[in-house]
Each structure stands twice: as C-alpha cells, then as structure tokens.
C-alpha cells in the first residue's frame, strides 16, 4: 500500500506570553514554551482511514493543521500525496478536502447551491464534472431539499451534511476531518459516519480524523492513532486495538424471569436493567462460550448479546496504563 | 488573472445578495446612513452661509470632500465589507479555512461580506457630488481616479491595521478605531491640519491620501498630483500586503495570539 502520508519526527511547540500579576509585571511577561506535538512518525496508506484521538490538548488539531498546510512545524519532516504542506500549501489544496467540525467554510446567509457555486471557482473546477459530482453527492447524503436553504437555517447536522459535501466536490484524494460530529444528535451522527465510511469506500478514498467521540473511530476507521501530551502512544488497527487492551466481552442475557446469577471466575455483573443481565467477562479467565452455556443451564433465557466494550473504557485503560508507565 | 478577478466578482455578488436578505432591515440601515450623512451635509450648508469660506475652503470644495469621503466609505462597504470586522475575523482563527483552500487570502477576506449602509453612503454621495460639487462633466475621470486611490489607500490602512491582530489580541477593537480615525481626518478640510497633525494625517493614518490629496485630482488636475495619489496608494496598498503576510507567516509559526 502506497503512502499517501508520511510523517517524520514532526514537532510543534507554541510560545506564549504568561501574565503575571501587578502593573509593571505586565510588561515584562514571562515567555512559556509549550510542545504541543513532540516529535511524531507514522506512515498513513492509501485508503486507509485512520482516527487520530486523544485528550483535549494532547496535539490532535494541531498534527492535522500541520498535514493540511495552516501550520509550519518546529522541526521534523511530512510529506502528503507527495507534497510538503507548508511550502506547498496551494498545490495540495487542490487534492485536499478539510472539514472542520467547529468551523464553516459556507456562507451562511447564502443557499447552500451557492456556496457550492462559488467553491467550484475557488477550485478551478470545469462545470460539467461539477455539476456531476454534485449530483451524486446530493443523491448520496439526500441533499435535494436543503440546496436551496440558507446555510444558517439549517440543523447542525444539515449543516455538517453540507459541509462535508463542500469539502468533497473537488475530488480530492484526501480527507482531514476534524470533529465532524460534534455537537450533533445520535442520528445526524450516524448519517455522517455512514457517508464517510461509505465514500471513502467506494472511492479509495484516505481518511484522517480527529475526534472525541469514540463511535466515530470505531464506526468510521480501521486504525486508531492514541496521541498524549504530543506524543504517539499506540498505533494499532482498531479491532486490535480493543482486544489489546481489553480481554473482556460484555455478555446481555435478556429473560423472562429473575436475572441470571453466575459463580465464575473473571465474570462480574454490571448494573443490569429490568429482565437484562449484563455481564462484563474476562476471557483470559473464563471463555465466552462457558458463561453461556452456564446462563443457559439456568434456564429462562430468551435472548443474548455479546459485544466488545465500548471504546471509551479502551481509551480510558490505555490512558491509564501510559499514565502508570 | 482573469479567474482571479472572476472569483472576487463571484464573491462579491454573493456578498452582496446576502446584505440583501434581509430587505427590511437593508432598507432600514441604509435609510439611516442617508439620513445621517443629510444630517452631516445640512450642518456644514448651514456653517458656509454664516461664514462663507475657511481657510480658503468654500461650500463646494467641502461638498467634494464629503462627496469623495461618502463614496470612498460606500464603495469600500460595498466591495470590500470584509476590511471593517478583518481583525476580529482574523482573532477568531477564520484564517483555518481559507489557508486550506487554494486562493488568495486577502481578496477571499474583503470579498466575504457587503455592508448594507454603503448603499446609503453611495446614493448621498452621488447626490453631494452632483448637486453641491460644482463639478463638470470634464471632471469626471479624475474624479474616478480620486475615488479608485481613496478607496486603495483606505481599504489598505484598514488591512494594515487589521493585520495587527496578528501581533496583539487588543487589535480587534483599536484597529477599528484607527480605521475610524483615518475617516474622521480625511472629513475635515485640509487646510486645518498644520505641523505633526499634518504629518500624521499623511504617514501613520493616512487620513491625506484617502481624500484630500485625491481631491486635489479634481480641483487642481496635473502631473505632480496624479503622481502623488498614484503613489500614495501603491504604497500603502504595498504596506498592506506586507504587513499582512508577514502576521499570516506568524500564524502559520504559531506565534499569533489567535492561536
């Protein structure tokens, strides 16, 4: 798989003015240097869609501001579809689509037809494959009542459906997303996730994301980047990521009756809801299969679920476990 | 070249329908700036019948100030509405967006917003112009001259001031002021300004160069003059640009306060 990014010890430190108290200490401020991305390698192929996450602070925004061309770095090397962003900010541009979750690249008192319009001479774009494109994408994330609707108006998950369709009518090679769901209901993220998976696909297309919201990552990408205080603190795909850190199953037994009560090493009961038994289950201590065959011998089960845990508790585990090292 | 001035006219026109929107409240604010520049006009008619002249400056030469000052503030508003909230729009990090996208930032920032009461400054000035002006129909090319070099060096003393936001967090509210300054010295007649208020009104603010140079284009048409104006606003447009790169190449090092 070719590299359609590549990263080398690339680090970002800003350096601000600490206010001090009293009036003439205001004049001489003391200089604070902090390092917000400490020196960074990965390597991102083609097709991949890989998340970047990791706490507020921890050097996300500023990694993916870096690899989109805004920012200059300290010091290290990166190179994306060949190009190195900072001094070859416009060529990349074009090949390059950015959605900012807390920003918009629409006009607001505009229908979104129009900011359209105007990103098709921004990006040099020939009218007819414009047109095309715009089409298959109105169709795909069912935009044809929205068009002509001032952005402003819109939900904030119409506008984000909006944005991202902005960010793509060039055809670029590449998406950097940063936090496209934040702040949206549970159904305007689930459409935007599926958009995403889907095009990107469909179309071979590489997909960089950064965000807080850990069913994005699951969801939408097949690797996970967990950046902390500027630095990589794993690397993995995102299935192994979850077996990695958490040897555990999450096992519901729904029944008619009284919940199920199980004896077993490594299984322990968590708040469970009214005819649903949840059990979290250490598989390294006892498998799957024997928990449900116990629950069954105690008879009156009518339905079982297992799934993996939710990755907030990965991510809280591998936080924990980098705090302890 | 051409594409380039293709997308600012494509902006502008979006800029523009967006101010228009809203018509009652378009109507409103613009029928308020007339208003207020009649207001204006009435108490200087009303100051020259009781004094006739100061300074050597009569009736229409102030006409043509106020004329040439509406119409430089109304173009501006109109076509480059972005330069009135840029420092703001800069310390919100709306640089983000525009930097990922392959266009000048400059022409992108001025082109995103059309004010509404520039329509009003437009319509007052054209009516100063032609009834109190005294001008004639031969004045007519320099007087679009005075006007395109008024509204340069206006728009760039705006973006320079702008640009110091890249620099200090406090720039949101003094650039503005500056701005303001520069116009509230470019309405007054050019003969009050003597020593260092004279300098500053033709360097730091460059109050002379928006309006009572450019006037002389009219009023006292020559070489020297057209010289004078032509390069007042090459100069401070390059002042502009500079000033603004050079905060934009801050940024993208992550020293600005915005970040």
């Known amino acids: ?325 | 070249m051409m594409r380039a001035i293709g997308l600012y006219a494509a902006q502008s026109r979006a800029a523009i329908r967006t101010s228009f929107s809203d018509r009652g409240n378009f109507a409103i604010q613009v029928g308020g700036m007339i208003v207020n520049d009649i207001f204006f006009l009435t108490l200087w008619v009303l100051f020259f019948a009781g004094f006739r002249s100061i300074g050597g400056w009569t009736l229409p030469d102030m006409a043509l100030l106020f004329g040439l000052t509406m119409s430089v503030v109304g173009i501006s508003g109109v076509f480059f509405g972005g330069y009135r909230d840029l420092a703001a729009t800069l310390l919100r990090g709306e640089l983000d967006a525009l930097l990922t996208q392959p266009k000048g930032l400059i022409s992108r920032l001025l082109a995103r917003e059309s004010i509404a009461t520039a329509w009003g400054d437009l319509a007052g000035a054209v009516f100063v112009l032609g009834v109190f002006a005294r001008l004639q129909v031969a004045d007519i090319p320099a007087l679009l001259l005075a006007i395109a070099a008024g509204t340069t060096v206006y728009v760039s003393a705006a973006i320079s001031f702008a640009s110091l936001a890249f620099w200090a967090a406090g720039a949101r509210s003094f650039a503005r002021d500056l701005t303001d300054f520069t116009l509230l010295f470019s309405s007054y007649p050019g003969s009050i300004y003597q020593g260092a208020v004279k300098t500053i009104a033709f360097t730091l603010l460059p109050a002379g160069f928006v309006v009572l140079a450019p006037m002389g284009m009219v009023r006292d048409p020559g070489l020297q003059t057209l010289a004078l104006v032509v390069f007042g606003a090459v100069v401070y447009a390059a002042i502009a640009v500079g000033l603004f790169h050079l905060g934009v190449a801050r940024y993208r090092r992550g020293a600005s306060p915005s970040l």
């Open chain 1, 1 to 325: 798989m070719s590299a359609v990014i590549t990263v080398k010890s690339l680090a970002k430190a800003y350096r601000y003015a600490k206010r001090r108290g009293g009036f003439f200490e205001a004049f001489s401020p003391e200089h604070v240097t902090v390092e917000a991305v400490a020196g960074v390698d990965f390597e991102v192929g083609k097709g991949e869609r890989v998340a970047i996450i990791g706490p507020n602070g921890a050097g996300k925004s500023t990694t993916l501001k870096m690899l989109s061309g805004i920012l200059e770095p300290s010091s290290g090397e990166a190179t994306v579809l060949g190009l190195t962003p900072w001094k070859q900010r416009k060529a990349l541009a074009y090949r390059i689509g950015v959605v900012f979750g807390q920003r918009s690249q629409l006009w607001g008192e505009l229908p979104a037809r129009e900011s359209f319009a105007l990103l098709r001479h921004i990006y040099d774009q020939e009218a007819a494959p414009f047109a095309k494109r715009l089409g298959e994408l109105t169709e795909r994330f069912a935009l044809a009542e929205l068009l002509d609707q001032p952005v402003h108006r819109m939900s904030l998950g119409q506008r984000m459906r909006c944005e991202i369709t902005a960010s793509l009518l060039h055809g670029p090679n590449l998406l950097f997303l940063d936090e496209p769901t934040i702040g949206l209901d549970v159904t305007a993220k689930a459409a935007i996730r599926d958009f995403i998976r889907e095009h990107a696909r469909d179309h071979g297309q590489t997909v960089l994301l950064t965000s807080h919201d850990t069913r994005d990552i699951e969801l939408v990408c097949d690797r996970v980047i967990v950046v902390n205080q500027g630095r990589i603190v794993v690397d993995q795909p995102t299935d192994q990521l979850r077996r990695r850190f958490l040897g555990r199953k999450i096992i519901t037994f729904q029944s008619a009756g009284q919940g199920v009560s199980l004896n077993l090493p490594g299984v322990t009961r968590r708040a469970s809801e009214a005819h649903a038994t949840i059990l979290e289950v250490d598989t390294r201590l006892t498998r799957v299969e024997q928990v449900i065959a116990a629950a069954l011998a105690d008879g009156g089960i009518e339905d079982v679920t297992i799934e993996d845990p939710p990755m907030e508790e990965v991510i809280a585990e591998i936080y924990a476990s980098t705090h302890a090292a």
